[in-house]
């Protein structure tokens, strides 16, 4: 089932946890969360060689968490209109949506990756972390999408 962000909200939303991708054309960046504190922790990355989705790895991560709904984010223009990669999402949204039948719910994923890169910074300025990846923005990235995703449904608050 994929849901609307635009659409009335659905008192179905399910407590628990979840799992949220920040896709991009090499990486897809995964965090997961849970509704009761609504706070999201990086888990990682999967490869997405130009559309081939390492559906194993995909299918461990599943098999580890277990989660109850999922979270993509939606690449947006400042002004709200969606960027090119927009239709890459939403197929594999509608793919995530088939292969694992479970609640698919985009959300805009406007200034994460910007966010993600001050945190990063800030890591590195306090010693925490020398060395940082891509993979390491973009799994960062699906934590904040995450967040801001619970954030925005009161029913978890």
């Known amino acids: 089932m994929i849901t609307d962000e635009a ?3 659905t008192p179905q939303i399910p407590h628990g946890l979840y799992l949220s991708f920040d896709y991009g054309e090499r ?3 995964v965090a997961s969360g849970h509704s009761q504190t609504g706070t999201a922790s990086p888990a990682g990355v999967i490869n997405n060689d130009s559309g081939s989705v390492d559906w194993a790895a995909l ?3 599943f098999q580890q968490w277990q989660p109850v709904g999922l979270v993509v984010g939606i690449p ?3 002004d709200g209109s969606e960027q090119a990669l927009g239709q890459h ?5 509608k793919r995530l949506a088939k292969r694992y039948t479970l609640p698919v719910y985009p959300s805009d994923e406007r200034l994460t990756t910007r966010e993600a890169s001050s945190i990063i910074r800030e890591n590195r300025r306090r010693g925490k972390r020398r060395k940082t990846s891509k993979a390491d923005l ?4 699906a934590a904040l999408i995450l967040e801001k995703w ?3 449904h009161h029913e978890f608050n």
């Not at 999402?89 to 949204?93: A, D, S, Y």
Request: glycine share 12%; net charge neutral; aromatic share 12%.
């Open 7 to 9: 659409s009335a909200p």
């Open 27 to 29: 990486y897809i960046g």
């Open 59 to 61: 299918d461990k991560i």
């Open 76 to 78: 947006l223009h400042m």
């Open 89 to 93: 999402v939403r197929g594999f949204i």
């Open 138 to 141: 973009d799994s960062i990235a």
């Open 150 to 152: 619970f954030g925005t």
